[in-house]
């Protein structure tokens, strides 16, 4: 059982920034690939950026692709969201989730996800 822990979130002005971070407990970490997902009220989850197991492949949703960006540690079994140019439409719960296999945009495959982090950004 992999348990995951979002940090990070928070209220902040658009055109800010937020780096959320997504601890693992698991020390097979590598193993598994990573994603990050938001929700909304009265939205469907939604893909944001996914990272492969070594970190050398990322996805991105086109929402965001060139304002947020992927990374992993795997030394500290983490992943992190850096979010730029922050605007309102990004206010959600956002969830990393974590999977064995490759890394992936739908929710669906996903095995492990964590409690959520709140994003709010303020016009």
């Known amino acids: 059982q992999v348990q995951l822990v979002e940090t990070g979130g928070g209220l902040v002005q658009a055109e800010g920034s937020l780096r959320l971070s997504c601890a693992a407990s698991?020390?097979?970490?590598?193993?598994?690939?990573m994603g990050w997902f938001r929700q909304a009220p009265g939205k469907e989850r939604e893909f944001v950026a996914a990272i492969s197991g070594s970190g050398g492949i990322t996805y991105y949703a086109g929402s965001v692709k060139g304002r947020f960006t992927i990374s992993r540690d795997n030394a500290q079994n983490t992943v992190y969201l850096q979010m730029n140019s922050l605007k309102p439409e990004d206010s959600a719960v956002y969830y990393c989730?974590?999977?064995?296999?490759?890394?992936?945009?739908?929710?669906?495959?996903?095995?492990?996800w964590g409690q959520g982090t709140q994003v709010t950004v303020s016009s």
């Open positions: 698991e020390r097979t970490f590598s193993s598994y690939a």
């Open positions: 989730a974590a999977r064995i296999g490759p890394q992936s945009v739908d929710y669906r495959v996903y095995t492990y």
